[in-house]
């Protein structure tokens, strides 16, 4: 069964359809800098709007990468800890648009 929204790739070959924040932790906390130094998470289509990637760098830490082009958005940002690197990444991909997801919905109190 393919992902109802995004996929997850890592260079080892890990793949996870919709990860959650846990599965993106997991998946981030098993980079290296050897053979397995990045994620990709992108939705499961040809030619995708946007991306997230987590890479390892060579001096510690992770580098993240958020491309969204419907958004013109393009942020790169370094972190060390896995835990608000896959908390970050759930916010940002919970804002991203899935065809055939219902609108999201915003209520002024």
Same mark, same amino acid.
């Given at each position: 069964?393919?992902?109802?929204?995004?996929?997850?790739?890592? #260079?080892?070959?890990?793949? *996870?359809?919709?990860?959650? +924040?846990?599965?993106?932790?997991?998946? *981030?906390?098993?980079?290296?800098?050897?053979?397995?130094?990045?994620?990709? *998470?992108?939705?499961? #289509?040809?030619?995708?709007?946007?991306?997230?990637?987590?890479?390892?760098? /060579? +001096?510690?830490?992770? +580098?993240?990468?958020?491309?969204?082009?419907?958004?013109? #958005?393009? #942020?790169?940002?370094?972190?060390?800890?896995?835990?608000?690197?896959?908390? /970050?990444? *759930?916010?940002?991909?919970?804002?991203?648009?899935?065809?055939?997801?219902?609108?999201?919905?915003?209520?002024?109190?």
């Amino acid at each position: 069964m393919a992902a109802t929204y995004y996929c997850a790739d890592s #260079e080892n070959g890990h793949h *996870i359809d919709d990860p959650s +924040e846990d599965a993106l932790f997991d998946l *981030i906390s098993e980079l290296d800098a050897a053979d397995n130094t990045f994620v990709i *998470i992108q939705p499961n #289509e040809d030619d995708p709007a946007w991306f997230a990637s987590v890479a390892v760098l /060579d +001096e510690g830490g992770y +580098e993240i990468v958020r491309r969204d082009s419907t958004r013109r #958005e393009h #942020e790169v940002t370094t972190h060390n800890r896995i835990g608000l690197i896959a908390n /970050d990444l *759930i916010i940002w991909l919970a804002a991203r648009d899935f065809p055939g997801r219902p609108a999201q919905q915003t209520n002024s109190f």
